[in-house]
């Protein structure tokens, strides 16, 4: 807390980018507000298209977001980067200063280094993360916090005790509703989503190894979502999509709480073996790896199966 607030005191009048991820979230995009808020000469960056959901909470905000590439350095002192602490994830950002990384996700696959380094791995959320930390928060902030909460939660499957006081708290400052908030947090999907989530559930495979039903598919969009709805029956799931522009296969990983391996051990493993990168939560994590997706799936179950 003394850090970040040491922080803000000496920025709070410089020119300061926030970046977040590619395929931004509501919790990336919600913290991303909340500490342009404590920065006043700063502006929110992202690249790529957003989720439903972020999109969603920046047309109820208001919330202006531009792209990295369209800045120049000399303008600005650095990036903050909220959410991520990969270049895999934010190709834009090499080359950039950075002078703060806030993230909840672990260590696994971590290749950007900040002058200060705010990382809880413990956090279901970095929306959790800057509702403590930030002070004086506004009614419109606490209000998409909370819904960053509630989505990287997953519904408090991954909730810790101090989630729920930070939640109550900022729902309290906002007069949230639950029910309105989740609308953002679990948007329904779009045609297009429905669609891809169907193709890749049509396409999936499994095995039953390690004590583990094991799913694997391919998407065309929707891969994070698809891997979620297929772990409702298997223990674990592996969903890639092929990205033609980046030459490269990025999966989506998800697991059951009972599912003891970490699949971000998983995917960094996989990162390492493939000449990408990876990373994420013990129950969900991603991956960028260098070859197709028919390659790619059979070494993330392999080094799965290795580690159950």
């Known amino acids: 807390m003394s850090e970040f607030q040491s922080f803000l005191s000496k920025y709070s009048g410089s020119k300061i980018a926030i970046v977040t991820h590619n395929k931004a979230d509501v919790d990336a995009i919600s913290s991303a507000y909340a500490v342009s808020t404590a920065l006043p000469n700063s502006i929110i960056c992202s690249s790529g298209e957003m989720r439903q959901g972020a999109r969603m909470?920046?047309?109820?905000?208001?919330?202006?977001?531009?792209?990295?590439?369209?800045?120049?350095?000399?303008?600005?002192?650095?990036?903050?980067?909220?959410?991520?602490?990969?270049?895999?994830?934010?190709?834009?950002?090499?080359?950039?200063?950075?002078?703060?990384?806030?993230?909840?996700?672990?260590?696994?696959?971590?290749?950007?280094?900040g002058e200060l380094e705010i990382i809880d791995p413990e956090s279901p959320s970095t929306a959790e993360m800057c509702g403590n930390l930030i002070s004086?928060?506004?009614?419109?902030?606490?209000?998409?916090?909370?819904?960053?909460?509630?989505?990287?939660?997953?519904?408090?499957?991954?909730?810790?005790a101090a989630t729920f006081e930070t939640l109550g708290k900022l729902m309290k400052l906002c007069n949230g509703n639950y029910g309105e908030m989740l609308g953002y947090a679990e948007p329904e999907p779009t045609l297009e989503a429905k669609l891809a989530m169907m193709n890749c559930m049509k396409k999936t495979e499994y095995v039953y190894a390690a004590g583990h039903v094991i799913a694997t598919s391919e998407a065309t969009g929707n891969e994070?979502?698809?891997?979620?709805?297929?772990t409702e029956a298997a223990d674990v799931?592996?969903?890639?999509?092929?990205?033609?522009?980046?030459?490269?296969?990025?999966?989506?990983?998800?697991?059951?709480?009972?599912?003891?391996?970490?699949?971000?051990?998983?995917?960094?493993?996989?990162?390492?073996?493939?000449?990408?990168?990876?990373?994420?939560?013990?129950?969900?994590?991603?991956?960028?790896?260098?070859?197709?997706?028919d390659e790619a799936l059979k070494k993330c179950v392999e080094i799965f199966i290795s580690k159950a």
């Open 57 to 113: 909470l920046c047309e109820r905000l208001k919330i202006k977001v531009h792209e990295l590439n369209d800045l120049k350095k000399e303008d600005y002192e650095g990036i903050v980067v909220v959410d991520t602490s990969t270049y895999v994830l934010t190709p834009e950002a090499k080359g950039w200063r950075i002078l703060l990384i806030l993230d909840h996700h672990q260590n696994s696959g971590k290749d950007m280094n």
């Open 136 to 160: 004086g928060i506004r009614k419109d902030v606490a209000f998409g916090l909370c819904i960053g909460i509630i989505a990287d939660a997953a519904r408090f499957k991954a909730a810790r």
């Open 224 to 230: 994070s979502d698809a891997a979620s709805l297929i």
């Open 237 to 293: 799931a592996f969903i890639a999509k092929w990205n033609d522009r980046e030459q490269e296969t990025r999966i989506s990983a998800r697991a059951r709480p009972s599912v003891k391996v970490s699949l971000s051990d998983v995917m960094k493993e996989a990162g390492e073996a493939l000449g990408g990168a990876g990373g994420g939560h013990a129950k969900a994590a991603g991956a960028a790896l260098k070859v197709h997706t």
